[in-house]
């Protein structure tokens, strides 16, 4: 692939001016162009490949569905010109996935796909302006995060969210011994000895963060709650309750 002029201001704006993964594909999934970002990622990816134990996963078979779905996403791309977005896990964190039609020079169509992390109160919704589809794409690679039950869960945000542990206790309805036995839990599992290391877990998952002052404004007029979680975090805590109940 032959991209657009190094002198064109948007094409240098998506791929240097910010913190987004670009990609081309092909309609087969064939990457034809990534910027330095994406291929820093992807260096980190192979490199960690087989010096990292791997993480439990929730689902068998979940990481071919996934990928079986983001083929289906790039050809109707390159051949209806339709565009898609979705959240996903991506190493233990919440990303954004937009993937939109890129013309050629010989009006063929190839598939641009734009990832970056998402904030604690996003959702993926539909976008009348530019025609995108919201979809619901499994977690292939939920990471860390695919090891914590729905309760752990909880508390791991709250803790991230800077809440006492009498605090949590009395929004979850325990016992301040009972949030005590879960943050023993998640400090084995995820290797953190105090609360600021596991409240730094949440917010690299992009489950909680500070707010900036415009999304603070935006909370006064709806209240953002933390625990209520998108549909691909439920969906990877329902696994790991369904996987418990199995075993």
Same mark, same amino acid.
């Given at each position: 692939m032959i991209p657009p002029s190094p002198d064109d201001p948007v094409w240098n704006a998506l791929l240097h001016d910010g913190d987004l993964c670009v990609t081309v594909c092909d309609r087969d999934g064939n990457i034809?162009?990534?910027?330095?970002?994406?291929?820093?990622?992807? &260096?980190?990816?192979?490199? #960690?490949?087989?010096?990292?134990?791997?993480?439990?996963?929730?689902?068998?078979?979940?990481?071919?569905?996934?990928?079986?779905?983001?083929?289906?996403?790039?050809?109707?791309?390159?051949?209806?010109?339709?565009?898609?977005?979705?959240?996903?896990?991506? #190493?233990?964190?919440? #990303? &954004?996935?937009?993937?939109?039609?890129?013309?050629?020079?010989?009006?063929? &169509?190839?598939?641009?796909?734009?990832?970056?992390?998402?904030?604690?109160?996003? &959702?993926?919704?539909?976008?009348?302006a530019t025609g995108t589809l919201a979809v619901d794409v499994p977690a292939s690679d939920p990471g860390i995060i695919a090891t914590l039950s729905p309760r752990e869960l909880e508390v791991m945000i709250l803790i991230g969210e800077g809440l006492s542990y009498a605090e949590i206790g009395k929004r979850l309805h325990r016992s301040v011994r009972t949030i005590e036995r879960h943050r023993d839990r998640l400090g084995q599992k995820l290797g953190a000895t105090n609360r600021v290391q596991i409240a730094r877990f949440a917010i690299r998952a992009g489950l909680c963060e500070l707010p900036i002052p415009p999304d603070e404004a935006r909370f006064a007029e709806t209240p953002y709650d933390p625990l209520e979680l998108s549909a691909p975090v439920r969906e990877v805590a329902r696994r790991r309750t369904k996987r418990s109940q199995e075993v």
């Open positions: 034809l162009f990534s910027n330095e970002i994406s291929e820093a990622w992807r &260096r980190w990816e192979m490199a #960690h490949a087989s010096s990292q134990a791997p993480i439990e996963t929730p689902a068998e078979g979940c990481a071919d569905v996934t990928d079986q779905i983001r083929l289906e996403i790039r050809r109707r791309v390159c051949d209806e010109g339709s565009s898609f977005a979705y959240e996903s896990f991506c #190493h233990g964190m919440r #990303h &954004r996935i937009s993937v939109r039609p890129l013309e050629q020079a010989d009006g063929s &169509r190839v598939a641009l796909v734009v990832c970056r992390r998402m904030h604690p109160w996003e &959702r993926v919704e539909p976008d009348p």
